[in-house]
Structures are given as C-alpha cells and as structure tokens.
T-cell receptor, first 112, second 111 residues
Framework: EPEVTQTPSHQVTQMGQEVILRCVPI?????FYWYRQILGQKVEFLVS????????KSEIFDDQFSVERPDGSNFTLKIRSTKLEDSAMYFC??????????FGPGTRLTVL | GEDVEQSLFLSVREGDSSVINCTYT??????LYWYKQEPGAGLQLLTY?????DMKQDQRLTVLLNKKDKHLSLRIADTQTGDSAIYFC???????????FGTGTKLQVIP
C-alpha cells in the first residue's frame, strides 16, 4: 500500500540554524500539508499546498517557515532560523482529489 | 473545525469494550476522523464518518455520531493489548481543508 514517507526520522539542530524537513507524498496525490505536534500537545495545522502555491496557512506559519515542491516527488518544510519552541514532531500529509489526508510517520525535530 | 475536545485517559481490561468520546464545536464539520498514534509512531487513520451518517462499523470499530450534540464516539470491541495507543478525534469542513485534532485519549489496556 502506498505511504507518505518522511526523512529524517529525527533531526537535532542548534538554535538559529536552518533545517529542511523532507517528505515524499503518495505519488498521485496533488494536495500536501504540514502539521506539527509539540510534545504532549495537540497536532496543529501549519500549511497546505496545491498547484505549487500555499492554499492555507495557520498563524504558526510565519516568515521563518517556507514550503517547496522542488521536484515531482519531494515536498519540503524549511525553518529558516530555528528556535527552542520549534522542537516538535512534524507530520507531512498528502491527499488525492476528495479523499482524506494520509499522514507520514513524522520527523522529530529537537532544537538545542 | 474550531475546537475538538477529548478526555485524556482511559483504562480498560483486555477483552472489554473501550469507548472513547469526543466533542467538537464546528457545526460545519463534514468529516469526522479517528486516528491512532502508537508510541514514537505517526498518525494512522483508523476510520472516518461523514456528518450525514449516524453510525459506521468496521470490524471491531464502531463510530457513533450525534450531530445535534456534536458528539462523536469510537467503540473498540474486544480490546487487545495491541490497541494501547493514543486515539485522536479530528474534524474538517471538507476533505481539502485542514484537519483539526483533539488532545488525544491515551488508551491503556490491562492484560
């Protein structure tokens, strides 16, 4: 069964560094999403992306964040200058048409 | 959706039924989901129900929806130790907009 994959599974970085989290959505999916889950808290929506542009973003998704689909298979989330409070599990999701969103296994980001 | 609330913890004995409850506030929610998250793992979609349905059954899982009260429940029959996980209730207005998650209910199954 096709799956959303994410790399790396765990990323450790120093505060102020840039990180790029990578996702490979399911191949025929056209809609892409990022969510995050701070430890012990709710899963929160960050951004949705379709047709090479952002469809919707939350107030969490400020200028430090950006998303890109650099080629036909990858979907990335970049955090320009990480802060301690960016430490969280980041989930990518993708969707085809009117189907539901399928989530990847997540990348745990630890900012020191 | 706007807000989704769940109780934080449920403990059941193996073989019993588990019922996890959820309330949501957005009356325009069309999709209502249940996700399972095992320790250190991602979000697994267990099942979902459309807002025009009252009930959906899928093997050991039964979802009940009371749209008037904005109440959703997930019943797991014959609960097994492998069902121990965090269960998230979630909703969305349509399939392409964001999914709003509840706080998650940690299900502990006692052998």
């Amino acid at each position: 069964e096709p799956e959303v994959t994410q790399t790396p599974s765990h990323q450790v970085t120093q505060m102020g560094q840039e990180v790029i989290l990578r996702c490979v959505p399911i191949s025929n999916h056209l809609y892409f999403y990022w969510y995050r889950q701070i430890l012990g808290q709710k899963v929160e929506f960050l951004v949705s992306f379709y047709n090479n542009e952002i469809s919707e973003k939350s107030e969490i998704f400020d200028d430090q964040f950006s998303v890109e689909r650099p080629d036909g298979s990858n979907f990335t989330l970049k955090i320009r200058s990480t802060k301690l409070e960016d430490s969280a599990m980041y989930f990518c999701a993708s969707r085809e048409g009117t189907d539901t969103q399928y989530f990847g296994p997540g990348t745990r980001l630890t900012v020191l | 959706g706007e807000d989704v609330e769940q109780s934080l913890f449920l403990s059941v004995r193996e073989g019993d039924s588990s019922v996890i409850n959820c309330t949501y506030t957005d009356s325009s929610s069309t999709y209502l989901y249940w996700y399972k998250q095992e320790p250190g793992a991602g979000l697994q979609l267990l099942t979902y129900i459309f807002s025009n349905m009252d009930m959906k059954q899928d093997q050991r899982l039964t979802v009940l929806l009371n749209k008037k009260d904005k109440h959703l429940s997930l019943r797991i029959a014959d609960t097994q130790t492998g069902d121990s996980a965090i269960y998230f209730c979630a909703d969305s207005i349509n399939s392409y907009q964001k999914v709003t998650f509840g706080t998650g209910t940690k299900l502990q199954v006692i052998p």
